[in-house]
T-cell receptor
Framework: GAVVSQHPSWVICKSGTSVKIECRSL??????MFWYRQFPKQSLMLMAT?????????EQGVEKDKFLINHASLTLSTLTVTSAHPEDSSFYIC????????????FGPGTRLTVT | GDSVTQMEGPVTLSEEAFLTINCTYT??????LFWYVQYPGEGLQLLLK?????DKGSNKGFEATYRKETTSFHLEKGSVQVSDSAVYFC????????????FGQGTRLTINP
């Protein structure tokens, strides 16, 4: 149980375009979802926290107009990278938590974004 | 702010060797501590956790003890296997509020047969 999927697993896009990444909790209701960014050989950096039905809370230094997060249902959150640039190339990872049951976060496998 | 520091990798060991991956933390309050493992092509999985000082988390032969006096949570295993090859992340979380995870930089472990 407690499976989180991400789609796509990898994507290549041109500079200036927008890319949407989906994060789904497959067998539980995710009251809270988190989005992380991971640079090569570095740690996961939390970008934002989203609760179903409310606006995401962004970490300091993360541009909310560039990284649009929507958590419209208890099983789906999306991250849209708008007007992508090469410096946005990274590994994006989501996690989900059923806060009513436990504080444990379940992680998706990640999405590799390459902006050319 | 809160932070986690792990020993730098990569770490390469032979099968059946003893493993230690060091982890120290800086935090206000009394965080919970975690070790996550990321196998190739998979998402992070919780390996073990400890929620208060002197607690020992254990799973799959791995152990880590929450040492408040040294602010450490070192990961150990007595005899590693090839299947333990993965990236290991130490993390902390304050159980209050948003309960966000703060990760160390990860340590890549390779076990040779």
């Amino acid at each position: 149980g407690a499976v989180v999927s991400q789609h796509p697993s990898w994507v290549i896009c041109k500079s200036g375009t927008s890319v949407k990444i989906e994060c789904r909790s497959l067998d539980f209701q995710a009251t809270t979802m988190f989005w992380y960014r991971q640079f090569p050989k570095q740690s996961l950096m939390l970008m934002a926290t989203s609760n179903e039905g409310s606006k995401a809370t962004y970490e300091q230094g993360v541009e909310k107009d560039k990284f649009l997060i929507n958590h419209a249902s208890l099983t789906l959150s999306t991250l849209t990278v708008t007007s992508a640039h090469p410096e946005d190339s990274s590994f994006y990872i989501c996690s989900a938590r059923d806060g009513l049951v436990s504080y444990e976060q379940y992680f998706g496998p990640g999405t590799r974004l390459t902006v050319t | 702010g809160d932070s986690v520091t792990q020993m730098e990798g990569p770490v390469t060991l032979s099968e059946e060797a003893f493993l230690t991956i060091n982890c120290t933390y800086t935090a206000t309050g009394y965080p919970s501590l975690f070790w996550y493992v990321q196998y190739p092509g998979e998402g992070l999985q919780l390996l073990l956790k400890a929620t208060k000082a002197d607690d020992k988390g254990s799973n799959k032969g791995f152990e880590a003890t929450y040492r408040k006096e040294t602010t450490s949570f070192h990961l150990e295993k007595g005899s590693v296997q090839v299947s333990d090859s993965a990236v290991y992340f130490c993390a902390l979380s304050d159980l209050e509020g948003a309960q966000k995870l703060v990760f160390g930089q990860g340590t890549r472990l390779t076990i040779n047969p």
